[in-house]
């Protein structure tokens, strides 16, 4: 069990550019959630989808930020023109459809934006 | 919705001292209170979790205790080692759909 798979681990973007996140969730797992950690602080929840549906997205900045869990392939968070106080680690979790218990996050996406 | 707050932010023991973390929650639909550490440049991982038809779980030095009437929750760390220095972070969840984390407690043992 290969656990939730984030990809890049790093990635830099200067500002203006796109930034795409990718998270596969873990096998049997069909809800994930993305997270965003700013330095030295906690956890801020962004967006929980289900495949093809946003479920809850009231942690997603109203504008720049999209995020989708298509049929096939991974979930995607997408951040357009990106400014510096975009620079942040961004983690991924996953849960089963049975509920929330073994809510298991993956090793994060950290994106500088320089 | 959900708001979770706990203290410290930080705290520093000796190592064979006992560390305990408190969190407190706001809505009293919560059911699911887990528990995660996360080391420097490293993913949050779950050390313990406690329903809320339980009011105490242990595992081996970690322990969780839970008062549902008063909202809160809390962390019990006992011998600590240095290899317990880390971020500590509560959570609870949301309508059984997300999970609500806290602002983590930096936990430094020194030896």
């Known amino acids: 069990n290969a656990g939730v798979m984030q990809n890049p681990r790093h990635l830099v973007r200067r500002r203006g550019q796109e930034a795409r996140l990718r998270c596969s969730p873990m096998?049997?797992?069909?809800?994930v959630y993305w997270y965003r950690q700013l330095p030295e602080e906690g956890l801020k929840f962004m967006v929980y989808?289900?495949?093809?549906?946003?479920?809850?997205e009231s942690g997603m900045p109203k504008e720049r930020f999209s995020a989708e869990f298509p049929k096939e392939g991974p979930s995607i968070l997408r951040i357009q023109q990106v400014v510096r106080g975009d620079s942040a680690a961004y983690f991924c979790?996953?849960?089963?459809?049975?509920?929330?218990?073994?809510?298991?996050f993956g090793s994060g996406t950290r994106l500088t934006v320089v | 919705g959900e708001n979770v707050e706990q203290h410290p932010s930080t705290l520093s023991v000796q190592e064979g001292d006992s560390a305990v973390i408190k969190c407190t929650y706001s809505?009293?639909?919560?059911?699911?209170f887990p528990w995660y550490k996360q080391e420097l440049g490293k993913r949050p991982q779950l050390i313990i979790d406690?329903?809320?038809?339980?009011g105490e779980k242990k595992d081996q030095r970690i322990a969780v205790t839970l008062n549902k009437t008063a909202k809160h929750f809390s962390l019990h760390i006992t011998e600590t080692q240095p290899e317990d220095s880390a971020v500590y972070f509560c959570?609870?969840?949301?309508?059984?759909?997300?999970?609500?984390f806290g602002a983590g407690t930096i936990l430094r043992v020194k030896s």
């Open positions: 989808l289900q495949k093809e549906n946003i479920i809850d």
């Open positions: 809505d009293s639909a919560s059911n699911y």
């Open positions: 096998k049997g797992h069909s809800h």
């Open positions: 979790a996953s849960s089963p459809p049975t509920g929330i218990e073994g809510y298991t």
């Open positions: 406690i329903r809320s038809n339980v």
């Open positions: 959570a609870a969840d949301h309508y059984g759909n997300k999970l609500v």
